[in-house]
């Protein structure tokens, strides 16, 4: 798969909400491919399509040790379509976060401890599954993304 260039805050398309993803076809397959070798290759745990300049509500996590989150939980990369929160924890609680679309920056960024989630994997079949700590994190930044929301907009 080739490299997406990563849009940089500021970008109109990344103040814009994600649109409903319809066809889950090979298209959609090559794009989810595309952005998880440029996540890779930026040594992020997750992104979302935004970043790369594609409308659609999709995002990957793909939590693991690497050097710029020494601590991350290794987990099985997971594509997520046109996800829902159905719960949050009232519980907070603060974290470092970077965003690939503002680098080189660390922010101390307040998330629920947990969420109920629900969403649609690349055949279009539904999930729904609980996350917490920094998977739960990851999702909260990915579905901010999907907003329109950057982690700037939520920086204590
Ligand atoms: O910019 C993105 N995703 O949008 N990538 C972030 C994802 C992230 C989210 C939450 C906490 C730490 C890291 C990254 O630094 O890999
Ligand atoms: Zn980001």
Known sequence: PTLLPIALVGEPILRQTAITVHHFDAELVHLAEQMSASMDAANGV????PQVHSPLAL???????NERYPDAPNMAPVVVVNPQIINASSELVSGEEGCLSVPGQRFTIQRHQAIEVRYQNLQGEWQQTELTGFIARIFQHEFDHL????????SL
């Open 46 to 49: 997750g992104i979302a399509a």
């Open 59 to 65: 995002f990957i996590m793909a939590s693991r040790p």
């Open 147 to 154: 907003q329109g929301i950057t982690l700037l907009e939520r």
